[in-house]
């Protein structure tokens, strides 16, 4: 039996699974897109926080449609049968010495996506400033390894900092701002941070 509400298949996870996607996640990267036209054919994209793969998977398959390349990165496994060609993947922290260094490599990137978040641990507090150490560290990953007109997406927990965050990428980027996608849980204080067109 579902203990909570999360247990249970909801409108979006059911359209997933349906779709073919492993998380329900798909559905706020495709309402990013279509509202900013962040990816295009042709793109190196990077994808932090990649697993269960998502995201990589309507990346590659909806926008570059094997016409480009995407470097994902996550702690855990991508749940991707195959993983496509166009795709490499990282298992890793990628903000460790070893796995930064990799991604770098394999730079710079036209688009940089980040849904990374910290395993929650019920305090508000200590989640908070988990997502607001990723999205500092995507954020100076972009600084350095984004192409100028690049593009730039990142998750963090309201409350995190994020208006710092806004202040520091409206420096870095012709126009930043902050989202909230539809398919966002009602209860759910995560946000996204968008950058458009990385200033030369
Ligand atoms: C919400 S999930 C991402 C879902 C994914 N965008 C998709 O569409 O399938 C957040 C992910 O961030 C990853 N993550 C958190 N910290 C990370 C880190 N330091 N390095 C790499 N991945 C990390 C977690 O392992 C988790 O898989």
Redesign the pocket.
Known sequence: MAKNRRDKPDFFTKKAHKAGY??R??YK?EEIQERHNLIKQGDNVL??????????LYTNNELLKGNGSIVA????PLNLSPIPPTVTFFQ????STEIRAKLVELGPYDVIIS????MTMGSRTVDTSRSEW?AENVLQLAKEHLKPHGNLVIKIFQGGGQQEILKDMKTVFARAKTTKPKACRSDSFEIFLIGLDKNV
């Open positions: 492993p998380a996640s798909i990267l994808d932090v926080g990649a697993a269960p793969g998502s995201w990589t990165v996550d702690l855990n890793g922290d990628a903000f849904d990374a978040a910290p990723l």
